[in-house]
């Protein structure tokens, strides 16, 4: 796609509904983000997301047989150990949730891993610019590679990761001029997510996507405001059950008479 110079497009999700919807539309693929923590679960940041947790959703989404190719977020401290944790962690992926690869976040401390997991027969896309696993030291979610020592130093992962074997490297909150050096420079593909227009791809978050977050950063376009339509259909639920409209007969079942009147004379009889 990338040499035909067609756009990748990715989306996140988490369950079995969205990835129906998702897949039915045509999107190229689908990332269990491990954004699954805040966005999906509650946690504060994507750093509480545990493997267990990240293999739960992944199969549920994998249940909808998904044409869209399948990605496996590697969660927070599932791949940082060292490589053999890595390559356990990337089968478990693979063998449990039924993806068809894994996404790893880092640079040169990530590349002996994904040599590793790669070795072990599974693909890997890459994650650069911000990696919100980091968030804990790069102190909040501001765009990266703004000073042109740093910009280099993304430049130079990317190519690392890519001589790795990685097959695609998402790049993260970084400015766009950077986006398109990378993208002019790697063979693989780039999926940027506020990396500007000139990666090979995007990718959003599914429920920023569709206005369910509370917050969402500058890059992600809401096209829907969906909590105002369920807020809406919530408020209509509970003002129809407190004003006894509902449920009405379309919605209730009924008893064959002959079987009510034997009902009601039995009660009648053991009383
Ligand atoms: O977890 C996630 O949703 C991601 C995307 C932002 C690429 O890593």
């Known amino acids: 796609m990338k040499n035909q110079e067609e756009k990748i497009v990715v ?6 509904p969205t990835a129906r919807i998702v897949d039915e539309v045509g999107i190229d693929a689908i990332l269990v983000g491990d954004s699954l923590s805040n966005v999906v679960l509650g946690y504060e940041n994507t750093l509480s997301v545990k493997m267990k947790e990240m293999l739960h959703h992944t199969k549920s989404v994998a249940r909808a047989n998904p044409n869209s190719l399948l990605i496996g977020d590697m969660p927070f401290g599932s791949y940082q150990v060292g490589a053999k944790e ?9 063998q449990e949730g039924g993806a068809e690869a ?19 027969g599974i693909p890997v896309m890459g994650h650069l610019g911000l990696t919100p696993q980091k968030i804990l030291q790069l102190g909040g979610y501001q ?9 280099q130093k993304i430049l130079k992962e990317a190519q690392m990761l890519e001589e790795a074997g990685a097959f695609s490297v998402v790049l ?11 993208t002019e420079k790697l063979e693989i593909p780039t999926i940027g997510i506020g990396a500007g227009p000139h990666c090979d791809g995007q990718v959003l978050v599914f429920h920023d996507l569709v206005g369910l977050t509370e917050f969402s950063p500058k890059f992600a376009k809401k096209y829907i405001n969906l909590d105002s339509f369920i807020e809406k259909a919530v408020k209509e ?10 449920p009405n007969q379309e919605h209730s079942y009924n008893m064959e008479k002959e079987e009510l009147n034997k009902l009601k004379s039995n009660l009648e009889e053991n009383s």
């Not at 993260?172 to 990378?182: A, C, D, T, Y």
């Not at 639920?237 to 509902?246: A, G, L």
């Open 237 to 246: 639920f509970r003002k129809e059950v407190k004003s006894k409209e509902f």
């Open 102 to 120: 894994v996404k790893i976040e880092g640079g040169k401390e990530s590349v002996s891993k994904v040599e590793k997991i790669i070795d072990a």
């Open 86 to 94: 890595a390559v356990k962690n990337a089968t478990k992926f693979i």
């Open 143 to 151: 765009p990266r590679g703004k000073t042109a020592k740093e910009a």
């Open 11 to 16: 989306l996140t999700a988490y369950d079995h």
């Open 172 to 182: 993260e909150s970084i400015p766009q001029e950077l986006g398109k050096i990378i």
